[in-house]
């Protein structure tokens, strides 16, 4: 079947067979949370991105082969609510940028954007955009064999740049950082993953930048 990124909270999950890598969304409560479960297709290597919720639907995801990894993409406590049992359970790293690390519930490994994180023979990069927290993260992974793929957490949706609380810095920030660091190096193909609801590309987004940035939010 083709992937469409079209789940919902206790529905079933969708799965991409990329090249190189597996890619598994699911939806979780009770804030319609997405996590995502990326398999290295030749290591068997897995690596959960946002342990938001339902911790035992979270494991029972990845299976008898575990997690090497869980990142979580922001401080926002809907992204790791379910962080602590699923590390626990898998011995799974825990990674978050420097700037949000106070506020997970366990020690994680940090990260600063031009990082990278493996998942088997497959590498994601981080990148740093500031606004919907100080340290909000998207990861991207750029297939040799297709499009990029990103997974965005809050700082991208259908429609917008993440919530900034009317703060005007915060938004100039994340517009800013997103317009740079997305828009200006990827191309419109780019499939991009948000923290909720549906998938988008940057090419269905980039004619209402100048929108977004107008109105302020």
Not at 101 to 115: H, M, N, Q
């Amino acid at each position: 079947m083709t992937y469409s990124g079209d789940v919902a909270t206790g529905g079933p999950t969708d799965v991409r067979e990329l090249d190189r890598l597996t890619v598994t969304k699911v939806s979780v409560g009770p804030m319609d949370n997405n996590a995502f479960l990326l398999r290295c297709r030749s290591t068997g290597d897995q690596v959960l991105i946002d342990a938001a919720n339902e911790a035992p639907r979270l494991l029972d995801l990845a299976g008898e082969a575990g997690l090497s990894t869980v990142v979580t993409t922001h401080q926002h406590m809907d992204h790791w609510v379910a962080l602590e049992e699923v590390v626990a359970a898998t011995g799974a790293r825990s990674l978050v940028h420097v700037d949000d690390a106070e506020g997970l519930p366990i020690p994680s490994e940090t990260l600063r954007d031009g990082d990278t994180v493996a998942v088997g023979d497959c590498t994601l990069e981080v990148i740093h955009l500031v606004g919907h927290t100080p340290g909000s993260i998207a990861l991207l992974y750029r297939d040799p064999a297709g499009i990029p793929h990103l997974f965005t957490g809050d700082s991208l949706f259908p429609g917008g740049v993440g919530n900034t609380h009317q703060d005007p810095a915060a938004f100039a920030s994340l517009i800013n950082d997103v317009e740079q660091k997305l828009f200006d190096r990827l191309p419109d193909e780019t499939w991009v993953y948000p923290g909720h609801g549906k998938d988008t590309t940057l090419g269905a987004e980039r004619p209402e930048v100048p929108t977004w940035r107008a109105r302020g939010w």
